[in-house]
């Protein structure tokens, strides 16, 4: 499936072999983005004793076999004395395959670099151990960031059966996500550039499922598919969150449901339910949380019921609001534009009452205790990425690592 290519030597030096070969197991790993889900995305590098590398290969879910088999197969005899290079520990247990650790044992391979451990309760080590126990030498730990940044999806719901939840915000030099509702002449406004746009794609892409609340489309009608071209191999599941089933029916979102499309509500309404049925649109009714709100820690566990790892919200104030004060939001990816639109305009993080606003204002719980906080209103936030995107600045923080804090090895 993925032929052996003849690189060039890599430098010299063990330490930074490794990493030469292991970014080129990530490369493959990544992909399986829209592929691997809800398995986790993992690529793997076939190196002879020589220096060539001899198979490679990724995961794809539809396609089964893990990406050390596949490897395997493309290296055939070559495997025997090489290295394997693997983003993630090799799985010790028989599912819907048998164990890679197993087979790499099987094949001769004389030594095994992973870059993480498998976060999976039912691997943790025992990939690692097994092999050890077989005599293959074993190291751990190259490449470890990268590795785990592309599979907190997996981290997180192989071990809560809870989605994560990436809140991507477009927002203005002040803070701000939309101009004053309202005003005259208004049309579609963009606020942050083409190239942030188009990253938003690519996080659409990576994503299992799309968040947002009612007051968004009844706003922007926004269509929030996934128009990145890219092949996936489960449609974008939109999901819209309406308590009161608000939704037009001649709302893009519906006129292009192809049951992807999902409304979470609180709302016993059966005949606009039995409506918006007919026209292909899924409608899950919850009992009501707090204030009879929809309640949201529900409706993000139910998602990891369908086996939803990564959920990318793109929502107005409130529900930005109330997803942070109530301890939802795993990563904030904030796009800022340098435009300013004024104190009259929406904030990015919004309270719609008296409730949401004593929430927001206790951000205790938000985030895991070792994350320093110096103010009670306050989160630091000292592994926020800042990167340029055209015009615009993209920050990306983690409020809560959905990794094991002590890696086994
Ligand atoms: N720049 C950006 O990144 C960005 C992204 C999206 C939207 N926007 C802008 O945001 C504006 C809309 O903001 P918005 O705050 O009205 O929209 P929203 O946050 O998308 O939706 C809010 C609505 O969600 C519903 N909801 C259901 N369960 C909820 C819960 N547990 N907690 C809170 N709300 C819940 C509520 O309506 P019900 O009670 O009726 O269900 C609430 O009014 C638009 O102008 C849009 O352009 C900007």
Redesign the pocket.
Known sequence: MHPPNETAAPPPGSHSRDLHWMERALELARMGTALASPNPRVGCVLVSPDGRCVGEGWHSYDQRDHAEIVALRAAGEQARGATAYVTLEPCSHTGRTGPCALALQHAGVARVVVATEDPNPRVAGNGLRMLREAGIAVDCGTGLHAARRLNEGFARWIQTGMPFVTQK???SLDGR??PQ?GLPGQGPFW?TSEESRFTVQQMRHAADAVL?????IL??DPLLTDRSGAPRRRNLLRVI????L?LPLAAQVVQSADGDLVVCTVSQDEERVALLRGLGVEVQQFSP?VHG??P?ASVLEWLGQRQILDVMT???????G?LLAQGLVDRCTCFVAPVILGAHA?PAW?A?DAADAAAAGNLSGMVSPNTPTEASESIQLPQARWSASGPDACCSALLRDPWPAEPVD
């Open positions: 915000v477009a927002l996500i939309a509702p606020i947002t609340g009612i007051g968004t706003a922007d969150l309406d308590s009161t608000r949380g709100r929809l949201l793109e929502c107005g104030s409130h529900l930005n109330a929406l919004g719609r």
